[in-house]
């Protein structure tokens, strides 16, 4: 009954790089798409990244990794695709 749901978890562990988030908050947001879309992700922090988030609460300072499923990524990619708003064209801010 729990093996099933292990083996699935535990399948897609050696995903493959989507986009490295500068600070936490970035891959909270990044993790919540992503989740928000059913695509389950992974952050792999870079240096000493985990241990300054463990210890000060805050990681501040090293980037962070955000991996996926191999069969998820052009899904993952679309999703987190930047899209450029109103006033970063130029129509907007009374120009």
Same mark, same amino acid.
């Given at each position: 009954?729990?093996?099933?749901?292990?083996n699935q978890k535990e399948a897609w562990r050696d995903g493959v790089?989507?986009?490295?988030?500068?600070?936490?908050?970035?891959?909270?947001?990044?993790?919540?798409?992503?989740?928000?879309?059913?695509? #389950?992700?992974?952050?792999?922090?870079? *240096? @000493? %990244?985990?241990?300054?988030?463990?210890?000060?609460g805050v990681n501040s300072i090293c980037p962070i990794d955000i991996?996926?499923?191999?069969?998820?990524?052009?899904?993952?990619?679309?999703?987190?695709?930047?899209? #450029?708003?109103?006033?970063?064209?130029? *129509? @907007? %801010?009374?120009?």
């Amino acid at each position: 009954m729990f093996d099933k749901k292990e083996n699935q978890k535990e399948a897609w562990r050696d995903g493959v790089y989507l986009c490295t988030a500068a600070s936490n908050t970035e891959a909270d947001i990044l993790e919540s798409k992503l989740r928000g879309e059913g695509i #389950p992700c992974e952050r792999r922090w870079k *240096g @000493a %990244g985990n241990f300054l988030e463990i210890f000060m609460g805050v990681n501040s300072i090293c980037p962070i990794d955000i991996y996926v499923p191999a069969d998820s990524l052009a899904d993952a990619q679309n999703i987190i695709l930047p899209f #450029p708003l109103a006033e970063d064209e130029g *129509g @907007a %801010g009374g120009e």
